[in-house]
């Protein structure tokens, strides 16, 4: 269990004079989880509940020019985090994740232009419902008298639904990307080609209002290659 805080300040843009300021934020953070070996150590799962509790969690909202921060009454964010780690044979290691979280507002009314918007029961923005990663890694040891270690790595990661706005009106559904790497090493020297987003999933990475509607799209498929020395 542990107490969290944040103190308040002001913002530089604002549309009404009591929004000049905001108030701190605090939270009530609350979490229980355990990990256990399996199948002497090759197989390893962790799993944590958590829940958070906040009083006036700052929000940031944008605005015609700029953005500000307000104060939400009360919101909370539960969930629980799997995580499944093997070593099924020699050099090949593998590993599973997912995380649920259910984060709302319970009391949170905002005034915008003599009109009283009531957020309370909607999702908070940029807390993505659902995460889920799955990756391999594959280590060739002295493959040759030239190379010293090959290692071929895979993933997918996947996130949402996400809402971008404390209204709820626009989100990004779930959506996932694959990603790969292959690199050699040989003494201090790491040669490496990498891909992101293989499968060139479409996806909006941030959404943001100033007057009118702004996206900004996901990378899409991306090849590259990197060299590292360590010493």
């Keep these: 269990v542990t107490k969290g805080y944040k103190t308040g300040g002001f913002?530089?843009?604002?549309?009404?004079?009591?929004?000049?300021?905001?108030?701190?934020?605090?939270?009530?953070?609350?979490?229980?989880?355990?990990?256990?070996?399996f199948l002497d150590n090759r197989l390893r799962a962790e799993i944590a509940l958590f829940w958070i509790d906040w009083k006036n969690q700052q929000i940031s909202q944008s605005l015609t020019v700029g953005s500000m921060l307000n104060n939400a009454g009360r919101s909370e964010s539960k969930g629980v985090e799997v995580s499944l780690q093997g070593n099924p044979v020699n050099g090949l290691m593998v590993q599973l994740n997912y995380g649920f979280t259910h984060a709302t507002f319970k009391d949170y009314t905002d005034k915008k232009k003599?009109?009283?918007?009531?957020?309370?029961?909607?999702?908070?923005?940029?807390?993505?419902?659902?995460?889920?990663?799955?990756?391999?890694?594959y280590t060739?040891?002295?493959?040759?008298?030239?190379?010293?270690r090959i290692l071929i790595s895979a993933n997918f990661t996947?996130?949402?639904?996400?809402?971008?706005?404390?209204?709820?009106?626009?989100?990004?559904?779930?959506?996932?990307?694959?990603?790969?790497?292959?690199?050699?090493?040989?003494?201090?020297a790491t040669f490496a080609i990498w891909a992101k987003n293989i499968t060139n999933t479409q996806y909006t990475?941030?959404?943001?209002?100033?007057?009118?509607?702004?996206?900004?799209?996901?990378?899409?498929?991306?090849?590259?290659?990197?060299?590292?020395?360590a010493f």
């Excluded at 060739?140 to 010293?148: A, M």
Aim: aromatic fraction near 14%.
């Design 11 to 37: 913002n530089t843009s604002f549309e009404r004079e009591e929004d000049r300021s905001f108030r701190p934020e605090s939270s009530w953070n609350y979490e229980v989880g355990g990990k256990h070996p």
């Design 114 to 137: 003599d009109k009283v918007y009531d957020y309370s029961g909607n999702y908070l923005p940029l807390v993505p419902s659902h995460t889920f990663s799955a990756g391999a890694d």
């Design 140 to 148: 060739i040891s002295n493959p040759c008298s030239h190379i010293d």
């Design 158 to 188: 996947g996130a949402g639904r996400i809402y971008w706005k404390e209204d709820n009106v626009v989100s990004q559904p779930f959506f996932g990307q694959l990603n790969g790497k292959v690199s050699a090493t040989k003494g201090f």
């Design 205 to 229: 990475a941030f959404y943001f209002e100033m007057g009118k509607c702004l996206a900004q799209a996901g990378r899409p498929f991306t090849i590259g290659g990197s060299v590292a020395v």
